[in-house]
């Protein structure tokens, strides 16, 4: 049985193929499954890398491995794998499927307004100065 955070068996054949390649040559890799299951625990627990417990690996290693995957897009692969098996088995409903907007925060300089107290945009202000003028 899988602790919290941590995959289980099933889950863990459906895309161990994806995070943990055959290696012909060099340095054994550290447990991909062990890795995966520390990504897990820092992205659910929201603590800090150096915070990841021992029993993981080390941290620097954990963190390396989850850069890898985020470059290579193997955490795209694997949520493509999921969603299309799921979609197969019918355990998705496609009209679910949004973001709200009540969730997603927006700041202020996503509308251009700026920071709060930040530099002002110069050219807005050569604008106004014209107009005075």
Known sequence: MARRYELPDAAWELIADLVSPEQQMGRPRSDDRLMLNGIFWI?????????????FGPWLTVYQRF???RNDDTFDQ??????????REC???????????TA??????????GKKGGQKN???MHWV???VA
């Open 43 to 55: 992205l659910c627990s929201g603590a800090a890398w150096r915070d990841l417990p021992e029993r």
């Open 67 to 69: 850069r890898g995957w």
């Open 78 to 87: 694997i949520l493509e794998r999921l969603h299309i098996r799921l979609n």
């Open 91 to 101: 355990l998705i409903d496609l009209d679910t499927w949004m973001i709200d907007s």
């Open 104 to 113: 997603v925060r927006a700041t202020r300089a996503s509308s251009g307004a």
């Open 122 to 124: 110069r050219q807005t």
């Open 129 to 131: 100065a014209a107009e």
